[in-house]
């Protein structure tokens, strides 16, 4: 059964902690991505990655952090230093980023600061 | 100017009408387009994908590209309730590694 993981589904981060959240495909896809949603907003790319061991930022990658050590994986840590962490984190894959290609999306993280 | 543009709605229609949804983009180089449905609290799925002028049919969903007015439209024909959701417009360009993505219309069929 193909498609992409992403755990927790909700996750509480206290002030000053470090969260990562969980993001897995079968897909076989080279490219994966994280977004952020807040509420009545688009879709803001943090980062992404088209190839193993390499990643970009996106449009507001700061306070955030990445690895892509596997094809399959791409874990995003929330740091200290994001101070409004508090959204709807989306994972998505697709085959190859250079092409403009579809995007498809994990179920979701809500990550909540208490 | 936002790149991507859409009418953040709320659209109501009624049951079984027609629901035309309607995105704007500015990048004139921008070579694939896409429509994704996001239920409340969900996660956005796939509905359709449009990458020549004209239009794509799937089922009850329409997609019409004109690439010289830069607009992509989505038609739902025989609009159900289950259709209320939220729809992205997202935009690609070969060679950007990057798809942007709309706001989103909300939209609300009427029983």
């Known amino acids: 059964d193909g498609g992409i993981t992403q755990s927790p589904k909700y996750l509480f981060r206290k002030e000053g902690q470090n969260v990562t959240l969980s993001c897995e495909q079968n897909?076989?896809?080279?490219?994966m991505y994280w977004y952020r949603q807040d509420p009545g907003q688009g879709l803001r790319l943090i980062y992404y990655?088209?190839?193993?061991?390499?990643?970009q930022k996106g449009d507001i990658a700061e306070g955030y952090s990445v690895s892509r050590e596997k094809k399959e994986s791409f874990p995003l840590t929330v740091t200290s230093a994001q101070k409004n962490p508090t959204a709807f984190y989306l994972c998505a894959s697709s085959r190859d980023a250079r092409k403009g290609e579809t995007q498809y999306f994990g179920p979701g993280t809500r990550l909540l600061v208490l | 100017q936002k790149e991507v543009e859409q009418n953040s709605g709320p659209l109501s229609v009624p049951e079984g009408a027609i629901a035309s949804l309607n995105c704007t983009y500015s990048?004139?180089?921008?070579?694939?387009f896409f429509w994704y449905r996001q239920y409340s609290g969900k996660s956005p799925e796939l509905i359709m994908s449009i990458y020549s002028n004209g239009d794509k049919e799937d089922g009850r969903f329409t997609a019409q590209l004109n690439k010289a007015s830069q607009y992509v439209s989505l038609l739902i024909r025989d609009s159900q309730p289950s259709d209320s959701a939220t729809y992205l417009c997202a935009v690609g360009h070969f060679g950007n590694e990057k798809l942007t993505f709309g706001t989103g219309t909300r939209l609300t069929i009427i029983p």
């Open positions: 897909l076989n896809h080279d490219a």
């Open positions: 990048d004139r180089g921008s070579q694939s």
């Open positions: 990655s088209q190839i193993v061991n390499d990643f």
